[in-house]
Each structure stands twice: as structure tokens, then as C-alpha cells.
């Protein structure tokens, strides 16, 4: 699979905007700019990022509820033997 560089650029760029990966050169020197990063090997490191909510997101709903999404068909059909 490839992807071309503005791509690339682009994502790299947006996670880095928001804090979710760090990215350093070889020496462990962080690289803050594009410009910065051209040309040089790139190093990715996850930065743990807590959200924190006073609540879950999934209090309140209704589990199990009926819709089209959850049917399952485990039951043969009558004639079917």
C-alpha cells in the first residue's frame, strides 16, 4: 500500500497538532516543525492521552434494544428440516 506524501504529511501533521504522538529525530530531539522533519529519519511515540468524563458514555442507554442492526437469524425457517 502506498500513500503519497501530502497525505502522509497531512496526517502526521494532525496528530501531532493534537497532541497524540510525539515525533523526535534519532538522537531522541523532538521535531516540532515540517521543516524540521525533512530529510530526517522520523521517530513515533505514542502519547497516552487520558479523557477524563464524570460519567460513562454507555449509562443510560438501553441495551438489547430491537432494531435491524442486532437481529440475528439462528431459528430455521418452518419446512426447512
Known amino acids: 500500500m502506498s500513500y503519497s506524501k501530502r497525505t502522509l504529511t497531512k496526517a502526521i501533521q494532525s496528530k501531532d497538532s493534537k497532541g497524540l504522538i510525539s515525533i523526535t ?43 435491524a442492526h442486532n437481529k440475528t437469524n439462528k431459528t430455521k425457517l418452518k419446512g426447512q428440516n
Do not use: C, D, I, K
Request: charged share 20%; net charge positive; no cysteine.
Open 25 to 67: 529525530n534519532r538522537r531522541g530531539h523532538t521535531l516540532e516543525t515540517s521543516r524540521s522533519r525533512r530529510g530526517s529519519w522520523l521517530y513515533f511515540s505514542y502519547q497516552h492521552v487520558h479523557f477524563s468524563t464524570s460519567t460513562s458514555a454507555l449509562l443510560g442507554r438501553e441495551h438489547g434494544r430491537w432494531s
